[in-house]
C-alpha cells in the first residue's frame, strides 16, 4: 500500500475495489470530493492507481493506492490491515472490482466461468466477510451488481449470475450486522459508457443501447458514483439491504 498524502486531519475511509478506471474511478473521485479519504485497490494497473490518486488529491482530497487481487482471500485481509493501520478503521467498502466476459451458456468453457465466479463472486465475497468482521460501526458496505439481472441478455448469463449472487449476499449481510448501524446495498447500473462498455460494439449496437433506456442515452461513471455517493452519504443510512438500479429506467 502506497499512501499519496499524510496530510490533514484523517476522516472516514473507503475502500473502493477496481479503482484504477471506469466506474471504480468515478466512485473513488467522487468519494474524495466528500471528504472521504479513499484507499484506491487495483490488481495490475499501478500506473493507472496512481494517477487517480494524485487527482484526487490535487482537487483538495486524500488517497493511498493498495494492490490486492480480492479473489486472494489473503490480499484481501492484507489491505484491511494496512488500511487499519494507516487509519485506524475503515468505515466504507465499495466493491466495484469484476470481469465481464461474455459468451453464450454453450459455448462458455470452464477458464471463463470460474475466472467469472472468482472475481465477481468470490472477490465480493472475500470483501463482505473482511467489512463484516472489521467495518467501523456505522459503516457503509456497496456492491456493483448488474441491472442485466432484470433484462436477462443473451451472453450475459455467467457474469449475471455472479451478480445476482452478489444481490443476495447483500441482502443477507444487511441482517446479519443487526445493530452495528451498517448498511448493505448494491448499486445495479445499466448500459454505462465505459471502454469495456464500447469494446467490440459496433456505433449501431451502441446506439441501441441508448435508445432502450426511457432518457435515451447511455449512463455515465458519474452517474453511478452518484449512487453510490448518497448510499455512502448520510443521506443515505435509512436505505438498507436494498439493490438501486441506475440505469436510467431500463427496467
Request: glycine share 12%.
Amino acid at each position: 500500500m502506497s499512501e499519496r498524502n499524510t496530510t490533514g486531519v484523517p476522516g472516514k475511509v473507503a475502500i473502493v475495489t477496481g479503482a484504477s478506471r471506469g466506474i471504480g474511478a468515478a466512485i473513488a473521485e467522487r468519494l474524495g470530493r466528500d471528504g472521504f479519504t479513499v484507499v484506491v485497490n487495483y490488481a495490475g494497473n499501478a500506473e493507472a492507481a496512481e494517477a487517480l490518486a494524485r487527482g484526487i488529491e490535487q482537487a483538495g482530497g486524500r488517497a493511498l493506492t493498495a494492490q490486492a487481487d480480492v479473489a486472494d482471500p489473503a490480499a484481501v485481509r492484507r489491505m484491511f490491515e494496512a488500511a487499519e493501520t494507516a487509519f485506524g478503521g475503515v468505515d466504507v467498502v465499495v466493491n466495484n472490482a469484476g470481469i465481464m466476459q461474455l459468451a453464450r451458456i454453450a459455448d462458455t468453457d470452464d477458464a471463463l466461468f470460474d475466472k467469472t465466479v472468482a472475481i465477481n463472486l468470490k472477490g465480493t465475497f472475500n470483501m463482505l466477510r473482511e467489512a463484516a468482521k472489521r467495518l467501523r460501526d456505522g459503516g457503509r458496505i456497496i456492491s456493483i451488481s448488474t441491472s442485466v439481472v432484470g433484462t436477462k441478455l443473451e451472453t450475459y448469463g455467467v457474469y449475471t449470475a455472479t451478480k445476482a449472487a452478489v444481490e443476495t449476499l447483500t441482502g443477507v449481510l444487511a441482517k446479519e450486522l443487526r445493530g452495528r448501524s451498517i448498511t448493505v446495498n448494491a448499486v445495479a447500473p445499466g448500459p454505462v459508457g465505459t471502454e469495456l462498455f464500447f469494446h467490440g460494439k459496433s456505433p449501431e449496437l451502441v446506439e441501441r443501447f441508448a435508445k432502450a433506456v426511457p432518457l435515451e442515452r447511455l449512463g455515465t461513471p458519474q452517474d453511478v458514483a452518484a449512487a453510490v455517493s448518497f448510499l455512502a452519504g448520510p443521506d443515505g443510512g435509512w436505505v438498507n439491504g436494498q439493490v438501486l438500479r441506475a440505469n436510467g429506467g431500463l427496467v
